[in-house]
């Protein structure tokens, strides 16, 4: 089979490949024609790695074979397209090719007016430039000229690193929680995370692209970054391309990943002095300088505070409080900013997470994230048990799942709303 209408898939892989992936591109595309109607689809493309055409290529088996799932996006024409019902008949009609293909799908919609009206974020930059259109007369991403780097937020590379930099305490809390813990997803989470601190990194020093092909090679040739977190960034990049899992399951596993952490951190606060525009951060202080900053922040306007803090005021006569945040918590000289953050938890959660990710953090820090995060106690394990039982709620919904197989007995809640 010819894959010219759609090019390369991989970063590397072989004619075979490409023609399987190609045809099961294909497949996908004849199911969504079949099971959505024009008013719930009018384009279907294939975003991520396999979108930018540098999906990875597993030949851990002795053949190639997809080691990531591959990302749909379906956009429907208007905001009253029925996208939940839309995306559950979609998914289960693809249950059948998903097995027979061995092959995960992660499906998305959004619709067109919904798309138009988006923000420059990373996932949008990168979508713009590294997509292929499946199906649809025109391609949705041509006329959104908006989705630039130079438009793109910096708090949402903020948000990029705590989501990636959180697959390191779901590593903590798999190997705190299994005996035998899988190896293989420890080290697939630990090189997400190398490289989500990488692309931030490239972001604040100026450098980002939407391609991984590029950002390694701007990363190999910077001189004010250092040498071992090029190295690392690299090794990672590589490992994304081409999986070598065996390099690393000869190594003491946990010594390797408190070495990642150890030269990531540094990573995490130059990107955050950046963005604050402080010479360096202490992370003891940095809640205080980070709501201090979302004060100023010109995108948020003096209405949208106002109503922010209606709303906070409103769950606080409800005694209805995010993250077990406490009474006195509203009536601190930060109130107004808190109530406004605890509405986008996502906000607050990155704000908590380096409190909660790097050791060493002071009793008074500890103690405010046991309070905000609604901890049995401020020690490190506690702490970072609420916070994953939080993101599970707030921050990815498909956490649940793993969470509740980690822990072998349901998701059990360590303090805040259930």
């Known amino acids: ?38 008013a719930e689809m009018t384009a279907l493309l294939v975003l991520g790695g396999y979108g930018r055409g540098e999906g990875g290529v597993d030949r851990s088996s002795g053949e190639e074979r997809l080691h990531n799932n591959i990302d749909f996006l379906v956009v429907s024409p208007d905001d009253r397209s029925s996208s939940a019902r839309a995306k559950e008949r979609f998914k289960h009609a693809l249950t059948d090719l998903e097995k027979a293909s061995g092959v995960g799908f992660d499906i998305s919609f959004i619709s067109m007016p919904r798309l138009k009206r988006s923000g420059s974020l990373v996932i949008w930059y990168d979508a713009r430039f590294g997509h292929k259109l499946v199906i649809g007369e025109h391609d949705p991403f041509t006329p959104m000229t908006q989705f630039s780097r130079e438009r793109i937020p910096p708090w949402d590379v903020r948000n990029l690193i705590t989501n990636r930099g959180t697959l390191l305490l779901i590593n903590d809390h798999i190997i705190s929680n299994q005996q035998e813990p899988d190896q293989r997803m420890l080290i697939r989470h630990a090189m997400k995370a190398i490289i989500g601190y990488g692309d931030a990194l490239l972001f604040f020093l100026g450098d980002y692209d939407w391609s991984y092909r590029e950002k390694r090679r701007r990363m190999a040739v910077r001189r004010d970054v250092s040498s071992p977190f090029r190295e690392l960034y690299d090794t990672a990049m590589g490992f994304r391309f081409e999986p070598t899992y065996d390099d690393f399951l000869d190594l003491d596993l946990q010594k390797w990943l408190e070495h990642v952490r150890a030269a990531i951190e540094p990573v995490h606060r130059l990107c955050e002095s950046r963005r604050l525009g402080v010479e360096e951060i202490n992370w003891d202080d940095y809640l205080a300088l980070a709501l201090s900053h979302a004060l100023r922040d010109d995108a948020l306007s003096l209405r949208a505070w106002a109503k922010k803090g209606l709303l906070a005021v409103s769950k606080l006569r409800k005694g209805n409080h995010h993250f077990g945040l406490g009474r006195m918590a509203w009536f601190s000289p930060w109130s107004a900013t808190i109530g406004g953050l605890v509405s986008k938890e996502t906000n607050l959660l990155s704000l908590l997470f380096p409190l909660v990710a790097y050791p060493n953090r002071s009793e008074r820090t500890r103690a405010l994230a046991q309070r905000t ?37 349901g998701l059990r809640l360590s303090g805040g709303e259930p």
């Open 373 to 409: 995060l609604g901890a049995a106690s401020s020690e490190p394990n506690d702490l970072r048990s609420a916070y994953l039982h939080t993101w599970a709620r707030h921050g990815d919904i498909n956490f649940g799942a793993l969470l509740t197989k980690v822990e072998g007995s």
């Open 1 to 38: 089979m010819n894959n010219a209408p759609y090019g390369r898939f991989t970063h590397s892989g072989g004619p075979a490949l490409e023609q399987t992936i190609t045809k099961i591109v294909a497949q996908v595309g004849e199911t969504a024609r079949r099971t959505l109607s024009s």
